[in-house]
């Protein structure tokens, strides 16, 4: 719930840099961008291609091939709602109604105050414990659709 | 004032049942001190907390900040030996949780860890395959290999380098035995790794694991540094070094082609075999890709001989399998069992029944490329064979169960639906086929759909069937063929004439 220091593109992508015999590795520079930046804006395939010897073609070809990868800017805090089968089961749908219902926004998007984004995610592994909403890295199980509110309200 | 000691699971289900809020409310408290263990899977009682008593551990279930005193005066505990969901299991390789820290590398050994590496150390590697033959041991991620088949093959291809990965991607909704003993046990995943690389002749080993796991790629790269500074990655002068790599949301790269090209950091798409990993794998060189809880049933292998593990199961099974209930059941949990007990018996016994105000309708074995049972069918074995004859799969032992309020056509909708999002495009009947099923169904759901739209369904199910390149297309029609099988009713409800 703190503001880390987060890098720069330039100073992220300085690890990433391949030194041989390393490879250099599209989809783990991808990642590093997007643990600096929040997500990783299409804006920055040249430079992540460049620093990576690679196109701009396969840089932009990893980036939409992965679905946790982003090309917007996150909200403040990420809800990720578990639509895999256990929580399916469980009616996670209806705490999935239950969050853009409160927080007023579509799957996907980002509240206008720019507080959360609310996206599906496949299973966490937590279906023992189903249904289940992530926030930030914070896992929450056993989720009604009335302890919304007050799940959320810590998340500022 | 005394303090006692008292044992509280620390794994990502545990917190989210309130074991981190039950820790924090009870952080100032001189009365108690806990010690934050792995769970022991029994997730319906969660947050448990333990104590010792002279008979063994006690156990307080489903626990709320105050419950405290009933715990320190050690009121109402019930002995850990007889709760019945423990009790009736064969814990080998879950043998640890609930007991142990689990990034206590000391505690691990004391408690028989790293025999198994020991013994390997004093075979060579033909003799550790030869133990892995003996054993009968098939992956436990899905499509059920003989593992010493594989490492052979690795092992007698020659190459300057080869390569060990642990295939963490654990994509089956509906299952977490691996996250659990990277969380849990994660030097039980090392030294089973650890084993391989001595067989095949690996320097460098990777763990691939998926992005919705951060406590469990914590968990082991923790676990790599403590093990790398107690020497322990390069035993005997022999070298070897580990690393955790990320996944970042991809069905398909749990595929073992795929997750090695999502390692080399390209689009993981599915690549057709031969050559096999075992040949030519990572950057070309022989790799062994196995799951987490293949990895991690090694070391009791080659602590206690591969004829001990062949001694446990069926005919063609062996061994114990890791169970993973959920849905709407009333005890979901990890389940270890010998192989062969009847699907009924596992949701009878350790299922319990189902979730209060709910009742039965269908069961999903083995992910969302499993087949649905309902409950007329429920008398078949939980093993191998018995599931391939059914045209089903074990998968990685997940178990879904569905109760009445489950709209069939909306489930089948759904899997259609993700094979669509999660195709990776290579094969036409797949990329395709996967978003026309989608369409009909949803006509369906519209009602709209005609008399034929079952038996395109059922056409195009046999077609991805045969054609596609691997098991995501190839099983992707079952989920959706049995529904329709189990639930006629339902889908011609949506049909105009
Ligand atoms: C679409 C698809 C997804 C898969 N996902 C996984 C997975 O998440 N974890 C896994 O261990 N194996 C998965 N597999 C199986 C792997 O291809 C491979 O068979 C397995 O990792 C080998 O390990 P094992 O011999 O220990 O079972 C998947 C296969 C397919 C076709
Ligand atoms: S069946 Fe689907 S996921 Fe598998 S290779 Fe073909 S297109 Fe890719
Ligand atoms: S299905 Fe939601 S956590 Fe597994």
């Known amino acids: ?156 | 004032m005394k303090t006692t000691r008292c044992y509280l699971a620390n794994d990502t289900s545990s917190r989210a049942a309130g074991a981190g809020r039950l820790a924090d409310a009870w952080s100032d408290r001189p009365e108690i001190q806990l010690i934050r263990t792995s769970s022991r899977g029994a997730f319906f009682l969660e947050p448990m907390v333990e104590r010792d008593t002279p008979n063994g551990r006690e156990a307080w279930f489903n626990v709320a900040p105050n419950d405290l005193p009933r715990i320190v005066g050690g009121v109402g505990g019930t002995p850990v030996a007889e709760i019945p969901f423990l009790q009736q299991q064969t814990r080998f390789t879950f043998a640890n949780f609930g007991i142990t820290e689990p990034l206590a590398l000391d505690e691990y050994q004391t408690r028989g860890g790293l025999k198994g590496l020991a013994a390997a150390q004093s075979l060579s590697p033909e003799g550790i395959v030869e133990a892995l033959r003996i054993s009968r041991l098939r992956g436990r991620g899905g499509a059920a290999f003989p593992v010493w088949k594989k490492w052979q093959v690795a092992q007698q291809t020659g190459s300057e380098q080869k390569y060990v990965v642990a295939n963490a991607d654990e994509g089956d909704a509906g299952t977490y035995c691996d996250r659990m003993i990277m969380e849990g046990d994660p030097f039980r995943l090392i030294e089973g790794m650890m084993i391989c690389a001595r067989a095949i002749g690996a320097t460098h080993g990777y763990l691939y694991c998926r992005y919705e796991y951060p406590a469990a790629a914590r968990a082991m790269k923790f676990s790599i540094q403590k093990a790398r500074e107690a020497d322990l990655l390069d035993c005997d002068d022999y070298p070897f070094d580990l690393e955790v790599v990320t996944g970042a949301g991809s069905y398909v790269c749990g595929e073992e082609t795929a997750l090695l090209e999502s390692l080399e950091g390209r689009r993981g798409v599915v690549l057709a075999k031969p050559p096999y990993p075992a040949e030519s794998g990572l950057y070309g060189n022989p790799t062994i890709v196995s799951n987490v809880l293949t990895f991690a049933t090694i070391p009791n292998i080659l602590a206690n001989g591969g004829a001990w593990h062949a001694s446990i199961g069926t005919e063609g099974s062996r061994g114990t399998m890791a169970l993973q209930i959920g849905g709407r059941v009333k005890q979901p949990g990890l389940v270890e069992v010998p192989f062969g007990l009847t699907l009924h018996d596992v949701l009878d016994r350790f299922g319990g029944g189902m979730a209060p105000g709910s009742r039965f309708k269908a069961v999903q074995v083995g992910g969302p490329l499993g087949s649905l049972f309902p409950e007329s069918q429920l008398d078949i074995p939980i093993c191998y064979d018995a599931f391939a004859e059914a045209g089903a799969i074990l998968g990685h032992g997940g178990i879904v169960v569905y109760d009445d309020e489950t709209n069939m056509v909306e489930l089948a909708r759904h899997f259609m639906a993700f094979t669509a999002d999660e195709s990776c495009g290579k094969c036409t009947p797949c990329r395709i086929g996967s978003v026309r099923g989608r369409e009909i169904l949803e006509r369906i759901q519209a009602g709209e759909g005609t008399a034929e739209s079952l038996d395109l369904l059922k056409d195009l199910g046999e077609t991805m069937k045969a054609t596609s390149l691997c098991a995501l297309g190839g099983r992707a029609p079952y989920p959706v063929l049995t529904a329709i099988e189990h639930f006629p009713e339902e889908f011609k409800k949506g049909l105009t004439h």
Request: net charge positive.
């Open chain 1, 1 to 156: 719930m703190t503001t880390r220091h987060r890098p720069g593109l330039a100073e992220a992508l300085e690890y990433c840099r391949p030194v041989p015999p390393v490879k250099s590795n599209i989809l783990k520079t991808l990642l590093a961008v997007q643990s600096a930046l929040g997500h990783v804006p299409t804006s920055a395939i040249p430079q992540i291609a460049q620093v990576l010897g690679v196109t701009d073609a396969q840089v932009a070809g990893v980036l939409s091939y992965y679905s946790d990868l982003r090309t917007q800017s996150p909200g403040r805090h990420l809800i990720r709602v578990c639509m895999g089968e256990s929580c399916t089961a469980n009616h996670g749908g209806r705490v999935l109604r239950a969050i853009q219902d409160h927080v007023r926004v579509a799957v996907g998007g980002r509240t206008l105050e720019g507080r959360f984004t609310v996206e599906k995610m496949s299973c966490a592994g937590n279906c023992a414990v189903s249904p289940t909403v992530m926030i930030d890295e914070d896992l929450c199980g056993r989720v009604t659709p009335s302890e919304v509110p007050s799940l959320l309200e810590p998340y500022t």
